[in-house]
T-cell receptor
Framework: DSGVTQTPKHLITATGQRVTLRCSPR?????VYWYQQSLDQGLQFLIQ???????AKGNILERFSAQQFPDLHSELNLSSLELGDSALYFC??????????????FGEGSRLTVL | AQSVTQLDSQVPVFEEAPVELRCNYS??????LFWYVQYPNQGLQLLLK??????LVKGINGFEAEFNKSQTSFHLRKPSVHISDTAEYFC????????????FGQGTTLQVKP
């Protein structure tokens, strides 16, 4: 158990819909990262927050947005969903802004299926 | 920009045999290198990392990797594998300054057979 909690574990929805994925980082970790794992693109970094502020952006679509709340949990919002958005979305956390030397703690992921 | 190539998508091996999972990277700047493991239906777990210093790094579960700057490689090795090592292994690279922004390879599935 990494200490990172993601909900929901599985989500099935239709094209055009909007979903929210939630992540609670490990106790004490201030940085939250979102990654997408798909068959086509592999594992891709989406976005990072540190103590409530956006710190780095990767290949995140404009239809996607994220935020980190004062209690440090984070949400990833996916809208106008397309079939290609079907993927496993991971949240990871680390204690420091810069990733603590690569020691990221990953949650078990939220599997999104868009039909 | 950085990129990572894992040279084998699947590696079948018998239990107690040695294994090497190959990883090459490309970068115009200094990078840090990592190996992560993903067991079925679980998140990723850090196996080992190279930040600086000795080019031979040891990780958890008996794995080790060697950083070779001239060959831009970071191959993962284990002298004797167990059935429980069956998993997906990911090589990743990050620039200094933000080692949380990882660029992953496509992954190698290690299949350990009895």
């Amino acid at each position: 158990d990494s200490g990172v909690t993601q909900t929901p574990k599985h989500l099935i929805t239709a094209t055009g819909q909007r979903v929210t994925l939630r992540c609670s980082p490990r106790s004490g970790d201030l940085s939250v990262y979102w990654y997408q794992q798909s068959l086509d693109q592999g594992l891709q970094f989406l976005i990072q927050y540190y103590n409530g502020e956006e710190r780095a952006k990767g290949n995140i679509l404009e239809r996607f947005s994220a935020q980190q709340f004062p209690d440090l949990h984070s949400e990833l919002n996916l809208s106008s969903l397309e079939l290609g958005d079907s993927a496993l979305y991971f949240c990871a956390s680390s204690v420091r802004e810069g990733g603590a030397g690569g020691e990221l703690f990953f949650g078990e992921g939220s599997r999104l299926t868009v039909l | 920009a950085q990129s990572v190539t894992q040279l084998d998508s699947q590696v079948p091996v018998f239990e107690e045999a040695p294994v090497e999972l190959r990883c090459n990277y490309s970068s115009s700047v200094s990078v840090y290198l990592f190996w992560y493991v993903q067991y079925p239906n679980q998140g990723l777990q850090l196996l080992l990392k190279y930040l600086s210093g000795s080019t031979l790094v040891k990780g958890i579960n008996g794995f080790e990797a060697e950083f070779n700057k001239s060959q831009t490689s970071f191959h993962l090795r284990k002298p004797s594998v167990h059935i429980s090592d069956t998993a997906e292994y990911f090589c990743a690279v990050a620039r200094s300054g933000n080692t949380g922004k990882l660029i992953f390879g496509q992954g190698t599935t290690l299949q350990v057979k009895p």
